[in-house]
């Protein structure tokens, strides 16, 4: 279950709107239309993000892999795609995780979706792995990414979301959320450069005291 102190149901998506609520520790979720939920959300400050040198080692195992962005609802939609995610899920945290219907309402259907960004992460041998998000002029929200587990590419899943920061980045976005940290298993995204966190009132940058909230 995601950790969520407040939840709202919006009807203005204006960017204006959606950066004021992200700033306030909301983040759209992929229940219903216009449905968010208040969390200990992350994100980064991109006027501060470097890549150190773990990112860059990262970054050079998937540097064969070219990221693309395209619209939500998504024109090249086929079937593989939401059996690549559901397989992903279903492996990774449980078989009703995520459902393939979902997946599929989620990038095509524009009147049930919250989300209008796709991140296609691209081989030579086609697309091995995307990610859900939202976009305003302001941020990018990094939110459901899916991959292909039996990639024998090192790093994959951690290469995609560094792809996005440095993306997000060079359209001189002002923040790339990252979704929340509840759980021990998301202290992954705290090893970023110009990272914050929402505890409820305000944004902090104190990632012991996060360590000692979700470990």
Known sequence: MYLSW?????????????????????????????EMYQTRSLRIDLKKFKLNSENRRVLKHTENIKL??????????????????????ATKFGEKTFSAQKIREL????????????????????AIGYCIG??????????????????????????????????AQEDNKKYIYLGSASRPTDTYKLHFE????????IWQTDLKKIKNEII
């Open 6 to 34: 407040n939840k709202k149901t919006i009807t203005d998506f204006s960017d204006k709107n959606i950066d004021s609520l992200y700033n306030e520790g909301f983040l759209f979720t992929r229940t219903g239309r216009g």
């Open 68 to 89: 693309e962005v395209a619209s939500i609802p998504y024109a090249d939609y086929d079937w593989g795609i939401h059996k690549l995610g559901k397989d992903f899920y």
């Open 107 to 126: 990038i095509t259907d524009k009147d049930k979706s919250n989300f209008n960004k796709l991140l296609v992460y691209k081989k030579d041998t086609g």
């Open 134 to 167: 939202h976009e305003t002029n302001e941020l990018l929200h990094y939110c459901y990414p899916f991959y292909n587990l039996n990639s024998d590419i090192k790093n994959l899943g951690l290469g995609m979301m560094i792809k996005a920061i440095v993306s």
């Open 194 to 201: 110009g990272i914050e966190w929402f505890d409820g009132k």
